[in-house]
C-alpha cells in the first residue's frame, strides 16, 4: 500500500515536470527572430516576398536600377508576364485597331536608324519580346526582310517562342537587335549578356526604356538613368541617346558591339 503512494507523487512530479520543459521549450522557440527567407525557402504563392540574393546584388551594382519586389519565383514571374502577353483583349486590340499604326511608328523609327547607317537592308535583325510582331512587320515593311521576333507565345509567322533571359540563337547571329521591352527583364544583365551573345561584332543594339517616367504594373524593373545600360554593356559602345515618344517609352539608346580585336603576327 505505501508502495502505490509513493509511485502516485513520483509519477505526478515526472508529469509536471515534463509539462514545464515543454513550455520552456516552446517559450524559446516564440521568442527567437524568424528566419529572414532565402531564394529556395520562398512561398510559391507568396507575391510579397523580398528580393532574391541575386536581385538584391544585381541592384546594388547599378544604382539607377531598381528591381521591383514581390516575384518569389521565377515561374511566378513568368505566369505574370503570361498574364499580359495572352490577355485576349489586348491580344485583340495588338491586332487590330493598333496594328497598323505601331507598325507605322516603328517604321519611322527603324527608317531613321537607316539613315544613320545603323541598319541596312540585309541586316539580319531581331525584336525582343515582339508579341504579336509589329515590329517585326514594320522592318519588313521597310525592307529589311530577314527580321524576327521572339516572345514567350509565338505568332507565327514574325515571331517564335523565346525567353529573352535566354534567346534560343547561337552566337553572333544578328547584326541588329530591337527591344522595347528592357523594363519587363527580372535579371537586367541577363537580358544584356544575351544581346551581345547573339549580336555580330559591329552590330546594333537599340532600346527603347522608360526613364522620366514610370513604366506599367509588368515591368519588373524601374531605370533612373541609362549609367546601368553602360554599365551592362560591357561589350558594347553607346552611339547615341535621345528622347522618343516610344508608347509610354521615352529614351533610345543605341550601343555597337565592339569589333574583335585582330591578332598580330608574329
Known sequence: MKTTQTIKPLILKFFLLSISLSLAVLFLLLSLPPKSPSSSSFSSTSLTTPLTQQQQQQQQQHSDLRIRPGYSTYDLYIKKQLDKTLNPKLREIWTTRDWKRKVEVFGKFFDELRAKKLLSNDSKALCIGA?????????????????????????????????????????????????????????????????????????????????????????????????????????????HVRKVDGFGLDTEVVFRKKKKKKKQSS
Open 131 to 239: 508579341r504579336v510582331g509589329q515590329e517585326v512587320a514594320a522592318l519588313k515593311g521597310i525592307g529589311v526582310n530577314d527580321s524576327v521576333g521572339i516572345d514567350l507565345v509565338p505568332y507565327p509567322p514574325l515571331v517564335i517562342k523565346g525567353d529573352f533571359h535566354q534567346q534560343p540563337f547561337n552566337n553572333e547571329s544578328f547584326d541588329f537587335e530591337f527591344s522595347n521591352v528592357f523594363d519587363h527583364a527580372l535579371y537586367p544583365d541577363k537580358f544584356i549578356g544575351e544581346i551581345e551573345r547573339t549580336l555580330k561584332p559591329g552590330g546594333i543594339c537599340v532600346l527603347h526604356v522608360a526613364i522620366s517616367r514610370r513604366s506599367d504594373k509588368y515591368s519588373a524593373n524601374d531605370l533612373f538613368s541609362i549609367g546601368p545600360l553602360k554599365e551592362m554593356f560591357q561589350d558594347s559602345e553607346i552611339v
